[in-house]
C-alpha cells in the first residue's frame, strides 16, 4: 500500500459521501456501518469473538427478531458464537450460513495504517478482516436485517451462524455447535462463504468458486533405529542413511492421479482458459485412463495443479544422532500429506510402506485423520450460483473447487451436512492479502458482494427454486 498522508483522510471522507450517494435503498449504508463495526472489535485469539456476536445479536434485536431466536453461546465467555434462526414456512428442511468472526493477528508496527480502524481509501476498506471474512459476516447480517425489514416469508427457516476460533485456538465455533447444539444448526445443507469468492484479474471478474470440499491433513512419522557404536567403525547399516534412502525413493514417487466430481469439472473449466502445453496436459489428464506423462508435466508446471490431481505427502521435518563422534542410534522424519476426500488413511500408510520398501523404516500416524467427505454438487445451489452470477458479472467463469488447505466446512461435511463454499466478494487473484500486511477489499467489490449475497440468500428460500 503507499503512504497514507493526512490529506487523503479527507479525500477518503470525500469519497464516502459519493459511494453512498448511489445508494438508493440505504442497505449499502447499514452494510458498511456493520462492517465498520466488526472491524472495529478487535477479535484476534487474544480477544476472541463474543463481544462481536453480542453487537451482532444487538442489531438483530433492534431489527425485530425475537430473544428466542438469537443465541449467543459457547464453551467459555470469550469464545461465544451468534446463532440466529429467521423463521420460514418451514417447506424445506433449513438452510445455514457459517462464516468466522475471528481473525488473524495484525500488529499496527507491521501495517501502514491501524488495522483495527476501519478505512476507506483510494476505492478500497482497509482493516483487519476485510476479506477474512468480516466482509461476509457484515454482508450476511446486513442482508438478514434488510430481508426481515422488507417483510421476506422465507419458504424455509435461514440459520446464520457467525463463530469463534476457526484460525487458531481450541474452540472452534462450527466444531462445538455441531457436537453440543446440533438442534440449533441442523439443516439441508451450509453455506459457507469462507471457502468461496471471486477473483479479478487487471480488475476484471474472471473466476468465481463453488469449494464442495477440502483436503485431508495427515502427519507420519519415520524412524529408522540402530545399536549405532563408535563413528570410527562406521558399518554399511546406518540408521541416517537407511531414512535418506526411504525419503529419496519418497521424494520420486507420486501418488496416482484421481479426480472426483469438482476437481473432475474443475479441469474441465481451468483448460477452457489456460493454453498451450498446460491446456493439453489438462486434456490428457481427463482420459481414463488419466494420461501419466502429462500428469507429470502439470507437476512441474503447476504445484496447486498438482495437489488438485492427487494425495500428496511431503517430507517436512527431521532429526537424527547424538552425537557428532557417534553412528547415529535413531534417524527421524516428519511426512506431512495432505489426502484426497476419498482417499483413506490406510491406503496412504500402505502406499509409503510400499514406496519406502525398508521394513526397518517404521511409519507412524500422528494425527487422526478427519473424514469429511465431498459434498455433491446439488442443482438447487449451484444454479442460482450460476445464473446471479452471470447476471452480475456476465462471462465469469463458474467453477467448483476443492480446498487443498482445511475449512470448517469439515467440521459439518464429517456429521453428513453437506458445505458449499460460495461468496460474490471478488478479489485481486494477485495480490491476496488475507492473514498478511494492510487487508483490504474493493469498495465496489464490497457492495456487488452483499448484492450477490441478498439475491444468493432470497434464492435458496424462495418457491421459485
Ligand atoms: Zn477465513
Not at 311 to 332: K, R
Request: neutral net charge; proline residues 4%; contains cysteine.
Amino acid at each position: 500500500m503507499r503512504k497514507i498522508l493526512p490529506g487523503f483522510l479527507i479525500f477518503a471522507t470525500a469519497l464516502n459521501i459519493s459511494a453512498q450517494k448511489n445508494d438508493t435503498t440505504g442497505y449499502q449504508k447499514l452494510a458498511r456501518d456493520i462492517f465498520k463495526e466488526l472491524i472495529e472489535i478487535n477479535t484476534t485469539f487474544r480477544y476472541g469473538s463474543t463481544k462481536a456476536a453480542e453487537a451482532m445479536a444487538a442489531r438483530l434485536r433492534s431489527a425485530g427478531f425475537s430473544d428466542s431466536d438469537i443465541n449467543v453461546i459457547g464453551p467459555d465467555e470469550q469464545h461465544k458464537n451468534l446463532v440466529l434462526r429467521f423463521r420460514g414456512q418451514g417447506k424445506l428442511k433449513p438452510v445455514l450460513f457459517i462464516c468466522h468472526l475471528d481473525v488473524v493477528e495484525a500488529l499496527r508496527s507491521d501495517w501502514s495504517v491501524d488495522p483495527f480502524t476501519f478505512l476507506e481509501w483510494d476505492g478500497y476498506f482497509y482493516g483487519r478482516g476485510t476479506t477474512d471474512v468480516k466482509n461476509d459476516d457484515a454482508s450476511l447480517v446486513a442482508n438478514i436485517i434488510r430481508l426481515k425489514k422488507e417483510g421476506y416469508k422465507p419458504n424455509r427457516d435461514i440459520i446464520i451462524a457467525l463463530t469463534a476460533d476457526e484460525e487458531m485456538g481450541n474452540a472452534n465455533g462450527v466444531n462445538w455447535l455441531v457436537t453440543n447444539h446440533r438442534d440449533l444448526i441442523d439443516a439441508d445443507f451450509c453455506i459457507n462463504p469462507d471457502g468461496g469468492g471471486g477473483d479479478l484479474k487487471n480488475g476484471k471478474p474472471v473466476n468465481m468458486a463453488i469449494q464442495t470440499s477440502e483436503k485431508i491433513y495427515l502427519s507420519y512419522r519415520l524412524e529408522v533405529k540402530n545399536n549405532g557404536g563408535h563413528s570410527s567403525l562406521p558399518v554399511k547399516d546406518n540408521a541416517i542413511y537407511r531414512l535418506a534412502s526411504g525419503l529419496t525413493r519418497l521424494a520420486n514417487y507420486d501418488f496416482p492421479v484421481s479426480l472426483n466430481e469438482t476437481t473432475r469439472n474443475y479441469f474441465k473449466n481451468v483448460a477452457s482458459v489456460e493454453s498451450g502445453q498446460v491446456k493439453s496436459d489438462i486434456l490428457a489428464i481427463l482420459t481414463t485412463p488419466p494420461d501419466t506423462a502429462a500428469a507429470n508435466h502439470l507437476e512441474v508446471s503447476s504445484a496447486y495443479y498438482n495437489a488438485m490431481m492427487r494425495t500428496t505427502c511431503v517430507a517436512t521435518m527431521m532429526s537424527a544422532g547424538h552425537a557428532e563422534n557417534a553412528l547415529p542410534q535413531n534417524a527421524q522424519a516428519v511426512i506431512n500429506c495432505r489426502m484426497l476426500p476419498d482417499d483413506t488413511p490406510e491406503n496412504v500408510i500402505q502406499i509409503l510402506k510400499t514406496v519406502l520398501a525398508d521394513s526397518k523404516i517404521s511409519v507412524t500416524q500422528l494425527n487422526s485423520s478427519f473424514n469429511a467427505p465431498l459434498s455433491p454438487l446439488r442443482e438447487d445451489v449451484t444454479k442460482p450460483v450460476f445464473q446471479i452470477s452471470s447476471s452480475m458479472w456476465p462471462g465469469v467463469n463458474v467453477t467448483p473447487v476443492m480446498s487443498t488447505g482445511a475449512t470448517d466446512g469439515r467440521y459439518l461435511r464429517r456429521q453428513g451436512i453437506p458445505v458449499y463454499g460460495v461468496s460474490g466478494m471478488f478479489g485481486d487473484m494477485d495480490d491476496v492479502r488475507a492473514h498478511g500486511k494492510d487487508e483490504r477489499i474493493g469498495v465496489k467489490e464490497f457492495y456487488n458482494g452483499v448484492e450477490f449475497m441478498y439475491r444468493f440468500i432470497k434464492a435458496l428460500s424462495s418457491e421459485n427454486n
